[in-house]
């Protein structure tokens, strides 16, 4: 009760200075929702991640540098890296960062929240995230805005079955006002949830500039993978990848590594 407690008052505390909480948790988000909340969820380490290092986000921010260098500029780097992770999502699983998050959100379907995702996959991905959210037991349509214009944005972005997809190169925070201005979407309160918090502050900043009631929190359930990313594993099971079109688990990169 009394963590219940804090969390309440963290919240409160937040809105008033628009500022951004730190949870580690989804059972975290439970207590900031109201019935007119709209709940808005990254997609990578967030709801899910692959099954294996290969194609997760740490792997692919980790290629973005790679490329940065070997001296490509930063736009060339991230299309090259971003390309890479799609190739990946095409053939890894998924699963849920946290066992519960797909039961949560369908809680909050259940009892008419709106809830929708806002990812920075790039469009090739548009039917992919789906089909993955799908494997988890998510369909972020089910209470999602309603939208089926085109959107303004510096760089394409869509939306599809309530996820909205701003690719690599676009704010995301920017995107989003202009959705939810072009949608004329209905809410009292805004909950964003995202692992990176430039992403975080981006939204926040944009809601600010509008005075939409908002919370923003930066979700650290994956922090301790991201840490602990070994692009090693990562290299072989991209060569794997690549030679064979399989996707191999970290035990098996594991090995192979021993085996060197």
Known sequence: ????????????????????LEIKSMSQVL??????????????????????????DQWGMNEIQRFLKAGLREREAKDQGVGRFAQVQMRTAVQAVEAMTPRLIHYLQKNKIQVMGLTAR??????????????????????????????????????????????????????????????KVKADRIVF?????????????????????????RYGAADAKVASFNAAIGDIEWKILTKTGQVIRDQQAQEILRQH
Do not use: C, W
């Open 193 to 217: 949830i995202d692992d990176k918090l430039s992403n975080v502050q981006n939204v926040e900043t944009a809601l600010n500039a509008q005075s939409l009631p908002h919370v923003g929190l």
């Open 31 to 56: 207590p900031l929702i109201t019935a007119n909340t709209l709940v808005i969820f990254d997609l990578d380490n967030t709801i899910m991640e692959p099954t294996q290092t290969l194609g997760s």
């Open 122 to 183: 790039p469009l090739s991905l548009t039917l992919r995230s789906a089909q993955q959210l799908q494997s988890l037991g998510v369909d972020l349509a089910t209470t999602a805005p309603i939208f089926n214009d085109a959107l303004v944005s510096a760089d394409p972005s869509t939306y599809f079955r309530g996820i909205l997809l701003v690719g690599p190169h676009n704010n995301k925070g920017t995107v989003l006002m202009n959705f939810l201005r072009m949608s």
């Open 1 to 20: 009760m009394k963590k219940l407690i804090m969390i309440v008052s963290l919240f409160l505390a937040a809105t008033a200075q628009t500022s951004t």
